[in-house]
């Protein structure tokens, strides 16, 4: 079956500490794509980033980094010096069917205390 | 564009009461998505459409839901009769080229 493990439930830090988002996948697909989205506790899905099966450069942006293993199926997150307002519950989703649907894992709440 | 626009925000309505919820994807996307999300199941596909025919409605929990998308600016989601487990977070999302974006949500409570 194809589905998303997002093992950490919840994660605790404390500001400017760096935090690492796991996730693993299953698919059937030889070619697909893997996103994250943000959940702030306002409640909208913010798009943070789409990676392509074949690229499988890490990517940073500003205090975001995605490293992506293929071998391993895993598409981690990681936010480095993390700040209060990167509090939310992040999802990993890999899109499926050769098609842009996405099946969601059941998001990693992230709490940053100052 | 502003994006995907879901409505209404917030909808609460009595048990057996018909539902209509709202969705406009971005002008040109080609894929829409209807998804709910409740603290139980999560984040949960109901049905997708690809330019404006729906391709896999699987997720749809029972026969009470139904979508339509007339056309390429318009998809509602209906919930008749609605029942109190319905209560969620129904999210719309519009995509093009393999990258989804959501709308706001409607939090539907059903009493």
């Known amino acids: 079956a194809q589905k998303v493990t997002q093992a950490q439930t919840e994660i605790s830090v404390v500001e400017k500490e760096d935090v690492t988002l796991d996730c693993v996948y299953e698919t059937r697909d030889t070619t697909y794509y893997l996103f994250w989205y943000k959940q702030p506790p306002s409640g909208e899905l913010v798009f943070l980033i789409r990676r392509n099966s074949f690229d499988e450069q890490n990517e940073i942006s500003g205090r975001y980094s995605w490293n992506f293993q293929k071998s391993t199926s895993s598409f981690n997150f990681t936010i480095t010096a993390s700040q209060v307002v990167d509090s939310a519950v992040y999802f990993c989703?890999?899109?499926?069917?050769?098609?842009?649907?996405?099946?969601f894992g059941t998001g990693t709440r992230l709490q940053v205390f100052p | 564009d502003a994006g995907v626009i879901q409505s209404p925000r917030h909808e609460v309505t009595e048990m057996g009461q018909e539902v209509t919820l709202r969705c406009k994807p971005i002008?040109?996307?080609?894929?829409l998505f209807w998804y709910r999300q409740t603290m139980m199941r999560g984040l949960e596909l109901l049905i997708y459409f690809n330019n404006n025919v729906p391709i896999d409605d699987s997720g749809m929990p029972e026969d009470r839901f139904s979508a339509k998308m007339p056309n390429a600016s318009f998809s509602t989601l209906k919930i008749q009769p609605s029942e109190p487990r319905d209560s969620a977070v129904y999210f719309c999302?519009?995509?093009?080229?393999?990258?989804?974006?959501f709308g706001q949500g409607t939090r539907l409570t059903v009493v």
């Open positions: 002008s040109g996307h080609d894929y």
């Open positions: 999302a519009s995509s093009l080229g393999a990258q989804a974006f």
């Open positions: 989703a890999p899109s499926l069917d050769n098609t842009d649907k996405l099946i």
